[in-house]
C-alpha cells in the first residue's frame, strides 16, 4: 500500500521531506516506486508538486528537502501502484477547486468496485485518471458541493464538513482499506482504517497521530526525513506509520478526525 504523511500548524513551518524515508520507516523500502507528491497548502491556494517517477530517484526531492515553501498545512504521498498504471495523471495528492480553494486529497488503501458505487451525477470532477483515490476524491467532492455554494460564509462551518466527509467515508468502507487526508485549505480532515501491516495482514491502525503543543519544542524528525524548525507551537502529525520512537497514537479504524491550525478540533467515531 501507499504511505500518507500530513502536518497541520498554528504557525507556518519548514518541513523538509525525504520521501524515501519515510517508506522505509513503513517498512516497505521496494515497493514504493510509483510515484510521489507533497502539497503545501496557502489560504485558497496550494504549491503542488507530484512526479510518476521513484522519490529515491528525483533531484526535485532533494531539492524539496531543503527548500520546501513554509506551510501551515502539508499533504504526502508516496505510491505503490494498485489501481492505475505508474502515470503522471495517476500520481497523488490530487487537487480540485470547490468554493474558490484548492481541494487537496490524498489515499492510501484499494477500493475494487468504486466506479459502480460512485456514480458521479455530473462532469464537474471527473477523474483525470485511473484511479480508485481520485475516483474518491471526486465523489467526496460532489456530496460537499452543495455545502459550499449555498454556504452564506466560506468556508463552512468544521462541523458540517466534517458530518459529510465522516459519512462519506462510511460509505466507502465497506469496499476495503480506506485511509485519507483531505484539505480545503482551512481544515485537515483524516480518515482512519486498515492497511497492510509489517506481517502482511491488513489491519488497524491505518493511521498515527503525533500531537504537540506550543508549550513543547517542536519533534525532531530529521532522522525519519521530514525537518521541523524548532519552534515551539500548536502541531498535529499524521503518518501512515509512526516516524520517530516517540508514543504516536494509532487512530482508531474508522474514526474521522478534523484538524484545525495545529489543534485536533474535533473527533468523530464510526
Given amino acids: 500500500m501507499c504511505e500518507l504523511f500530513a502536518m497541520s500548524s498554528r504557525y507556518p513551518t519548514s518541513v523538509g521531506f525525504s520521501l524515501e524515508t519515510l517508506a522505509r520507516r513503513g517498512g516497505h ?3 514504493h516506486k510509483d510515484g ?3 502539497a503545501y497548502l496557502e489560504g485558497n491556494d496550494v ?3 507530484r512526479e510518476a517517477s521513484p522519490a529515491s530517484e528525483s533531484a526535485l526531492v532533494e531539492f524539496m528537502e531543503k527548500n520546501g515553501p513554509p506551510s501551515s498545512l502539508v499533504l504526502s504521498h508516496i505510491r505503490k501502484a494498485t489501481q492505475g498504471k505508474p502515470a503522471l495523471h495517476n500520481t497523488q495528492p490530487f487537487q480540485r477547486e470547490l468554493g474558490g480553494r484548492a481541494h487537496v486529497f490524498a489515499h492510501n488503501g484499494n477500493l475494487p468496485g468504486i466506479a459502480e458505487k460512485c456514480h458521479l451525477a455530473s462532469h464537474r470532477f471527473t477523474p483525470m485518471g485511473d484511479t480508485d483515490s481520485e475516483h474518491a476524491f471526486c465523489c467526496l467532492l ?3 458541493t452543495k455545502l459550499w455554494d449555498e454556504a452564506t460564509e466560506l468556508p463552512p462551518s468544521v462541523e458540517a464538513r466534517l458530518k459529510i466527509v465522516a459519512d462519506f467515508a462510511g460509505w466507502l468502507r465497506p469496499l476495503g482499506p480506506f485511509n485519507f487526508i483531505y484539505s480545503d ?6 480518515h482512519a482504517h486498515r492497511r497492510t501491516q509489517s506481517g502482511g495482514d491488513i489491519r488497524p491502525p491505518g493511521l498515527h497521530l503525533l500531537v504537540r503543543s506550543c508549550n513543547e519544542e ?3 524528525l530529521t532522522a525519519s526525513g521530514v525537518m521541523l524548525a524548532p519552534v515551539a507551537q500548536e ?3 499524521i503518518a501512515s506509520v509512526p516516524l520517530t520512537d516517540e508514543p504516536w497514537e494509532p487512530v482508531a479504524e474508522g474514526e474521522v478526525i478534523a484538524i484545525t491550525r495545529g489543534i ?3 473527533r468523530m467515531a464510526p
Fill in 29 to 31: 523500502d521496494g515497493p
Fill in 36 to 38: 510521489w507528491g507533497v
Fill in 47 to 49: 504549491s503542488l508538486f
Fill in 142 to 144: 460532489e456530496r460537499l
Fill in 185 to 190: 485549505g482551512d481544515t485537515l480532515f483524516v
Fill in 218 to 220: 517542536a519533534v525532531d
Fill in 235 to 237: 502541531l498535529v502529525l
Fill in 264 to 266: 485536533v478540533w474535533a
